[in-house]
T-cell receptor, first 115, second 113 residues
Framework: EAGVTQFPSHSVIEKGQTVTLRCDPI?????LYWYRRVMGKEIKFLLH????????ESGMPNNRFLAERTGGTYSTLKVQPAELEDSGVYFC?????????????FGQGTRLTVV | GNSVTQMEGPVTLSEEAFLTINCTYT??????LFWYVQYPGEGLQLLLK?????DKGSNKGFEATYRKETTSFHLEKGSVQVSDSAVYFC????????????FGTGTRLLVSP
């Protein structure tokens, strides 16, 4: 079974450009999460989808970030326009159901560099 | 509070040395606790977890015990290998449930032959 996959693995863009990150969760997982690790700091929660609905987007840094999950399958995270401080590694994770014994499975991450 | 604090790295050890990476958390109640590992060039992988106080999680020779008295979840391994070189993240579930996680800053472990 395929794990969580993210695309691209690396992206280098100029300040002011737009970038779209994609995450394909494990098939059948209703929950999808986005996280970000900036400059070697802690990994921070960005938002959480349950199927196609945003259950919690409290971690989104500002309105330059837009996440979608049309159809409740894959998700995209768009940054427009990108700023230097957006550089970091963006992780996606998915989990099947709520509960104490469920586990979130992570992708390899997308390393975004804004120059 | 809703945070996880872990020791700064890098931690540099020789092969077969004993490893401890400290982790403490703040929480209301008793959230599930985790250690994730990121090997070079790979994504985050769950290493071990504990879902209630006094539980011990273990995997690949690593262990961590959920200590509610000290709000700690220190990671230990009796004899590290070069292949254990990675970044280790301590994490807890947010109070709001699901598997939304609060992570520590990560600790890089470097094991030399």
């Amino acid at each position: 079974e395929a794990g969580v996959t993210q695309f691209p693995s690396h992206s280098v863009i100029e300040k002011g450009q737009t970038v779209t990150l994609r995450c394909d969760p494990i098939s059948g997982h209703d929950n999808l999460y986005w996280y970000r690790r900036v400059m070697g700091k802690e990994i921070k929660f960005l938002l959480h989808f349950v199927k196609e609905s945003k259950q919690d987007e409290s971690g989104m840094p500002n309105n330059r970030f837009l996440a979608e999950r049309t159809g409740g399958t894959y998700s995209t995270l768009k940054v427009q326009p990108a700023e230097l401080e957006d550089s970091g590694v963006y992780f996606c994770a998915s989990s099947p159901t709520e509960g104490r014994n469920t586990e979130a499975f992570f992708g390899q991450g997308t390393r975004l560099t804004v120059v | 509070g809703n945070s996880v604090t872990q020791m700064e790295g890098p931690v540099t050890l020789s092969e077969e040395a004993f490893l401890t990476i400290n982790c403490t958390y703040t929480a209301t109640g008793y959230p599930s606790l985790f250690w994730y590992v990121q090997y070079p060039g790979e994504g985050l992988q769950l290493l071990l977890k504990a879902t209630k106080a006094d539980d011990k999680g273990s995997n690949k020779g690593f262990e961590a015990t959920y200590r509610k008295e000290t709000t700690s979840f220190h990671l230990e391994k009796g004899s590290v290998q070069v292949s254990d070189s990675a970044v280790y993240f301590c994490a807890r579930v947010m109070n709001t449930g699901f598997q939304k996680l609060v992570f520590g800053t990560g600790t890089r472990l470097l094991v030399s032959p």
